[in-house]
């Protein structure tokens, strides 16, 4: 897996009330910004998210949250940029 210059802010997710529950990947998705060099900041999302989050608020050392991300599912809303960030400079998908 390759390395990547993006800094990636993961929203913190709140279940009340629920121990275990599951990410429904029609529902959820990935938001992100990245500073292109300063110019212009370009957005996106991902989607194709899964995963489960157990959450126990009498105890919060054994909550824990398992997520995958499809990394083509990559969306900028510019195919030519997807493209790119698909292929082996990047997420090599």
Known sequence: M?????SWFFASV?????????IDPGKSSVSFEVSNMAFRTVSGT????KGEIKFDPKSIDS???EVCIDAAS?????KKRDDHLRNEDFFEV
Do not use: H, P, Y
């Open 2 to 6: 390759k390395r990547f210059g993006f």
């Open 14 to 22: 709140i279940c009340l009330g629920a121990l275990a529950q599951t």
């Open 46 to 49: 991902f989607s194709g998210m």
């Open 63 to 65: 909550s824990s949250f």
């Open 74 to 78: 990559v969306n900028t809303e510019n």
